[in-house]
Nanobody
């Protein structure tokens, strides 16, 4: 069993940056696919970014079009932690952000973009972008 705990959310002004962390415990997650999703009030949970293992020390990253160029997903296997660096934040980025982990590598976009593909979820952290 894997437990995920997100942190780093908060209230920021448009244009600011935040870094979300997702600390995993219970198992080493170096081979797990890690994803970030978000859910705004009244909307469905949507894919934000994913980082998937391709063997050895190779990882691929994927992003939703809405965050490409502004957000960066990364991981530190020594700390068993994944991160989401969010720059140039916009009001439309306001949501609860969730970290997720999948035992499978999730090669296909239909997999890493889909919440049911993930086995473990954090409790979420609120990000509010407002002036």
């Amino acid at each position: 069993q894997v437990q995920l705990v997100e942190s780093g959310g908060g209230l920021v002004q448009p244009g600011a940056s935040l870094r979300l962390s997702c600390a995993a415990s219970g198992r080493t997650i170096s081979s797990y696919a890690m994803g970030w999703f978000r859910q705004a009030p009244g909307k469905e949970r949507e894919f934000v970014a994913a980082i998937t293992w391709r063997g050895s020390n190779t990882y691929y990253t994927y992003y939703a079009d809405s965050v490409k160029g502004r957000f960066t997903i990364s991981r530190d296997n020594a700390k068993n932690t994944a991160y989401l660096q969010m720059n140039s934040l916009k009001p439309e980025d306001t949501a609860v952000y969730y970290c997720a982990a999948a035992r499978d590598p999730l090669y296909a976009s239909t997999d890493y973009r889909s919440p049911p593909s993930y086995d473990y979820w954090g409790q979420g952290t609120q990000v509010t972008v407002s002036s």
